[in-house]
């Protein structure tokens, strides 16, 4: 997988890297370099061999940045229509991120403004270097977040602290944000590439059924009443209870064995 501009692909111990690499812009996400998302996130989906993702910003030059928000060169040249459009396209390729079936964790390494911090709420996991920053600063643009940021936000930190960060624009750093629920986890900047990969290696390893299943309950089951989500738990209980990987699970904790899953 070479063929993108935009951004960097590598694979390693079953876990793949998706960096945004725009130096230029610190990372912004072009209408192009969201294209080029959406197309690796489906590759990766298909991929049996990768069991889990990274998402992190490629090294500037200049500044750590994940991602410095949408292309606001690129909006600037837009009227109406097309902003709807690039707004629509956003949220596209930020979904074949949250439903690719497979974890996928957010390495956020500097910036993570706007797009950027939308693109880090669409991942799973969020760990964050304590010196990133992350905000949505559209409101002193003059404009609204696009790619999901009204509807992620609330939902991750609650409405009131996601009104405040989306009315006054405001940045805050990674030990902030650890400590309103938007990151996770909060780790040393040179600290961060190891903890976010040995994190996704490590899921990357378990069953794939069941892996599948666990994003697609809690992620299904979010936005419903609890009944409706327990009765989706069940059926996708009696799901699992059809594959030939909950027979190695029980049978291999029974033998006293690891479990070797086959994804089926
Ligand atoms: N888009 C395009 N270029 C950018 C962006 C961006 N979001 N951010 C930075 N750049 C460029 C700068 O223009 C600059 O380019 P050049 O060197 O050619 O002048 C280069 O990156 C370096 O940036 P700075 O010189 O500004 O670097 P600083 O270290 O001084 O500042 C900041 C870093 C604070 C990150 C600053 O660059 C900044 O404020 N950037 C914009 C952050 C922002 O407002 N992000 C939100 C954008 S809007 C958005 O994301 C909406 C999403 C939904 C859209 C829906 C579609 C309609």
């Not at 009315?167 to 903890?195: C, W």
């Not at 309950?217 to 009944?227: C, K, N, Q, S, T």
């Amino acid at each position: 997988m070479s063929s993108f501009e935009n951004l960097l692909w590598e694979e390693k111990d079953g876990v793949l890297w998706v960096s945004i690499h725009r130096p230029r812009a610190l990372n912004a996400l072009s209408s192009a370099t969201l294209k080029e998302l959406e197309g690796a996130f489906r590759s990766f989906a298909e991929r049996e061999d990768l069991g889990a993702a990274v998402v992190t910003g490629a090294d500037t030059g200049k500044k750590p940045s994940f991602a410095a928000g949408a292309d606001i060169a690129e909006m600037a040249e837009m009227t109406g229509l097309a902003l709807r459009a690039y707004s629509r396209l956003g949220q596209r390729a930020l979904d074949a991120i949250a439903t690719c079936g497979k974890p996928v964790v957010a390495a956020i390494n500097g910036f993570a403004l706007g797009g950027g911090l939308e693109l880090a709420m669409a991942c799973h996991i969020r760990l964050a270097a304590d010196s990133a920053r992350l905000g949505q600063p559209e409101i002193n643009l003059g404009i609204i977040p696009g790619f999901g940021g009204t509807q992620r936000l609330p939902r991750l930190v609650g409405q009131g602290v996601a009104l405040e960060l989306l009315l006054s624009g405001d940045n805050i750093d990674g030990t902030q944000a650890h400590r309103i629920g938007l990151v996770d986890r909060v780790v040393a900047a040179d600290e961060l590439v190891e903890k976010a990969h040995s994190l996704a290696a490590r899921l990357a390893s378990k069953s794939p059924v069941a892996r599948r299943l666990i994003l697609d309950a809690v992620l299904r089951g979010e936005d419903r009443p609890l009944a409706d989500g327990l009765a989706l738990e069940s059926d996708l209980f009696g799901v699992v209870g059809a594959t030939e990987d909950v027979r190695e699970g029980l049978s291999a904790f029974l033998e006293k064995r690891k479990p070797t899953f086959k994804g089926r």
